[in-house]
């Protein structure tokens, strides 16, 4: 079996090399861009007493040690999230940051433990907002790297093109034939067996300890994820409460969110919010979110208590994190999340 070389070996560096320097010339521009729209540009610790609260993250774990010799346990950030939003409380208006972000039990073409993550936040703006940002930035990746087209596992997509707005329970409905809200309540409650008779129905396996959110996400990457961002991007808008832990109810409809996911070429770059600022209300959706983690996982992750105090005096805002790495190898023609990061782990 033939070993590939490592990374800093001379001949494949050449060859990755005319990629990073695309990456360098797309992530100054990016800041360029912010900059001119009286953007601040934001770094926030790594370290945190808390790496974020959704069920499916998974952190990287370590411990401060005190000159008294007292251990306390911190977290890699999973993203800038909870500093962003602190900053918002503090007064700032509109800021973005990209840097480092981290997450365990994640390996693959699309994914790698430490990656960069663009996240901006516009105070008193909608997360309509966001969409155009995404827009704007897409088409800013592909001026940068000169390329007409995003290509990715012979999936094409133009990002010129304004993107597809289609909300999920359309895209359940086109792709699956499930009418997802039939089985979510007004008060974003869900009936897990009105939908997995809808999967049976849809041709898909179920199992018996298969909850709510189980079967939704398995339409999602097996019959909707697949179809998105094709010849266009799409921007997936319009998520089940259950599916949207940190935004707010959506005005129009109770039972869904103001979140929205941004694919290109079937690949999911970007997820943004109205952000929920009720600390209450959020209290309640993370410690649902971290017993669901513990059911499946084992474990769960402490609260940031600041966090929650500074929601209650964070003024309306919309925010929106996006994969940079993944970006950029779009841009690139990249195969590899690894083929775009300057360093990647062995």
Not at 50 to 61: I, Q, T, Y
Not at 105 to 113: K, M, V
Not at 168 to 188: E, H, K, M, N, W
Not at 256 to 279: H, I, K, M, Q, S
Request: glycine fraction near 6%.
């Amino acid at each position: 079996m033939i070993t590939a070389s490592p990374w800093w070996t001379p001949d494949v560096h050449a060859d990755r090399r005319p990629r990073l320097i695309q990456r360098n010339a797309i992530a100054a521009s990016m800041r360029d861009w912010f900059a001119r729209r009286d953007f601040i540009e934001v770094t926030t610790a790594a370290l945190q007493v808390s790496p974020g609260n959704e069920a499916h993250l998974s952190a990287f774990a370590t411990e401060a040690i005190g000159p008294d010799a007292i251990r306390s346990p911190l977290y890699l950030h999973t993203s800038p999230e909870f500093a962003c939003k602190k900053l918002l409380a503090a007064g700032e208006q509109r800021i973005f940051s990209l840097g480092a972000v981290w997450r365990n039990r994640e390996r693959g073409p699309l994914h790698h433990p430490e990656f960069t993550m663009l996240e901006w936040y516009r105070v008193g703006e909608t997360y309509e907002s966001l969409m155009a940002d995404c827009a704007a930035l897409l088409a800013l990746a592909a001026e940068r790297a000169c390329a007409k087209t995003f290509r990715f596992r012979g999936r094409e997509a133009d990002p010129f093109v304004e993107p597809e707005r289609l909300s999920v329970a359309d895209a359940f409905s086109r792709y699956a034939g499930i009418d997802l809200l039939a089985t979510v309540a007004a008060d974003g409650s869900t009936d897990r067996e009105a939908l997995q008779a809808a999967l049976v129905q849809a041709g898909l396996r179920t199992a018996e300890d298969d909850n709510w959110a189980d079967l939704f996400s398995r339409v999602m990457v097996e019959k909707v994820e697949p179809e998105l961002g094709q010849g266009r991007a799409t921007i997936l808008y319009g998520y089940p409460i259950s599916e949207a832990a940190l935004a707010r109810p959506s005005a129009d409809d109770s039972r869904v969110a103001e979140r929205f996911e941004l694919y290109c070429c079937g690949v999911e770059l970007a997820n943004a919010f109205g952000e929920l600022t009720d600390p209450a209300e959020q209290r309640r959706r993370f410690a649902a979110e971290m017993d669901e983690k513990e059911r499946v996982y084992g474990e769960r992750y402490p609260l940031d208590e600041d966090f929650l105090s500074a929601l209650a005096i964070m003024p309306q805002a919309s925010g929106s994190a996006l994969g940079f790495d993944r970006l950029v190898m779009l841009a690139t023609g990249a195969l590899r999340i690894d083929d775009v990061i300057w360093t990647p782990l062995a």
